[in-house]
């Protein structure tokens, strides 16, 4: 798998991310299906007819010493994805003017960096989650400076990851487990004790495939 090399000067940064981000270079949805061939046709009965749109901030921290991804991590009582690593975001709501909005929105609301620290870039292809979410990943670069308050309801932690560690192939594992009877695999990237796996980690590969330019299966 190729290794991403990026720009050392910060805008020619921000152009690199935002080339290979750009919505027009959108492809087929990607989503807990791609490691699991024929999920798509296996709709559980307690999921909607139609998957609920969602949109969530990959926000990549523009440290002086190297650029960050942050993650949150959700808190053990939520119904969707309890504890697990998650970009913060959330459902789109009637009144957002699209998905862009709500990712804004809801980093604010779940984490408090608002939208005047973040630079929106682009996206990435639609994920499709098994639990019934059509997620649109926007990708946004944010400025230090930000005080984080977190909503303690829906967030137990943040943390930073250096985006050199999350884009490289090498740490990148593919795990499975049995859930309702059935074998499902999935990515995982196992990061100073915590683990980043599901639709996180299935994002995060959508983004190493956009910025390598790699294909989807390599």
């Known amino acids: 798998m190729p290794v991403v090399r990026f720009p050392e000067e910060r805008e020619a940064f921000r152009a690199f991310v935002a080339s290979r981000t750009d919505p027009a270079r959108r492809g087929a949805a990607r989503g807990d299906h791609d490691l699991n061939p024929g999920m798509r046709s296996e709709a559980p009965e307690d ?3 139609e998957l609920i749109a969602a949109a969530v901030l990959v926000p990549l921290v523009m440290r ?3 650029v960050t991804m942050l993650l ?3 808190t053990d009582h939520l119904r969707d994805h309890a504890g697990q690593v998650s970009f913060p975001g959330g459902r789109v709501e009637a009144h957002d003017e699209g998905a862009v909005a709500t990712a804004l929105r809801e980093t604010e609301e779940e984490i408090g960096i608002g939208a005047s620290h973040i630079e929106v ?3 990435l292809d639609l ?3 098994r639990t019934g979410f059509r997620i649109t990943p926007v990708v946004g670069l944010v400025e230090p400076g930000f005080t984080l308050t977190l909503d303690e ?3 137990a932690e943040v943390f930073e990851v250096p985006l050199s560690f999350v884009l490289d192939p090498a740490n990148l594992q593919k795990r499975s487990l049995v859930w309702r009877g059935a074998e499902r695999h999935f990515y995982m990237l196992p990061y100073g004790g ?3 796996w599901g639709a996180t980690a299935g994002m995060i590969v959508n983004l190493y495939n956009r910025l390598s330019g790699s294909r989807p299966t390599e």
């Open 121 to 123: 870039v682009g996206e």
């Open 194 to 196: 915590r683990e980043i």
């Open 47 to 49: 999921l909607p007819e």
């Open 153 to 155: 309801f829906e967030v």
């Open 127 to 129: 994920y499709e989650t």
């Open 72 to 74: 949150t991590k959700r």
């Open 64 to 66: 002086h010493d190297g």
